[in-house]
């Protein structure tokens, strides 16, 4: 039963769509993207070295989520917002802009990283048209530095190294392990597949930013490292050193922390706020914000649910150390970690059968339809 309430969710994204998911069959639910389609940030390795076969998974059209129909999406830029009057300010694509009444808003703006994930506005071309120009770059590459040491940086590092063999593929990372927020016996494990991909591995390397360049492009120059080594180069150059900003830019200072982040009670409400929530990455729930993998969307939607109602609201606990998957899908399967450092597999042939449409489109998203294969040849 929909009540008259209205929860707007800006942003959707990985926690934007889950949540909108889950409060659909609740309140009258307004989405807006700056996306036609959740894009997801996830596995940046498989998205350069296989675009069509990430995109099934990771770029899927609102209208496809049958859990969204009840739901009203709205295209177009967030640019501000008033919590007095409690309307959200969006920019279309021609230019004008609309305001939207909330009763309840939840911020889900996510941040930005890289190429990969932006707050731009855009179309289903020019999202496959990012996706096809990365791929095409290291295609004609024949040798590829990644530099950084996050569950990006590896993943692009390994799924480029094993779909391209041929390929010369450096990994340079500033710690004298890689992966320093996941439990150390990950990184043992991930050192191991690295070399058996033919990853070269290169510690103690910190690269030199240069003035004014925001990461967001695959390079070709040589890299300077600000720890004394020489250059470095190589065809290809990604930047995934999880220099994040969050996509922030169209609220009030008044609830955002000194870096810009969204600031939370473990509730995952604004302090002073009650009616406004914030989920993701753009939340400063805990140091990793780590409330998108760890289903933060349930206790958010709970959480508009209990105070609507004038209940309890429930707290979200962060775990200490990031889990998940490090290197993506591979040919023999998707290699999931535990925050303990346990690894489990997937393997190959459950993926496609059992992962993607049991536990992911059935389960998570509760039905995807008309998941047809999208087409990125120009
Ligand atoms: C089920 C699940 C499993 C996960 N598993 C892993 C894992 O195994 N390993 C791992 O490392 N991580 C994992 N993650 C986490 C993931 O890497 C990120 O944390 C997650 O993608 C962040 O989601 P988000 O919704 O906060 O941001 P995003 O997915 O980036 O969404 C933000 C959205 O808001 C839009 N937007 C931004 N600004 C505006 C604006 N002004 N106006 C309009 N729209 C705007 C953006 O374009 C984007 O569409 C997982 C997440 C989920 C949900």
Known sequence: MISRYRVVIAGLGDSGVLTAIRLAKHF??????????????????????????WARANWIPFDRFRALDRVRTVHGTLTGVDLDARTVTVRG??????????DALVISTGVTNGFWRTPDFQSHNEIGEDLRHAHTRLTD??????????AAAISSAAQIATTWPDKRVDLYFPGERALPSHHPRIWETVRRRLGDAGVGLHPGHRAVIPEGFDCDEITG????WSTGQPPSSADAVVWAIGRVRPNTDWLPAELLDERGFVTVTPQLQVPGHPNVFAVGDVAATDPLR???RNRGDGILAYNVKAAFAGKPLRAYRAPKR??????GVQPNGLEVFTPKGQAFRFPAWSFDRVLMPVIVRRGIYRGVRDNRPINLTP
Request: proline letters at 5%.
């Open 290 to 292: 780590s409330s998108a």
């Open 93 to 102: 694509d021609d230019g004008s802009s609309i305001h939207e009444h909330f």
């Open 221 to 224: 120059g040589p890299v300077d």
């Open 141 to 150: 590459a024949e040798s590829v530095i990644v530099v950084g040491g996050g």
């Open 322 to 327: 990031r889990w998940g998957s490090v290197l």
């Open 28 to 53: 009258d639910v307004v989405g807006i993207s700056a996306k036609p389609a959740l894009v997801s940030g996830q596995e940046l390795g498989w998205r350069l070295s296989r675009p069509e076969e």
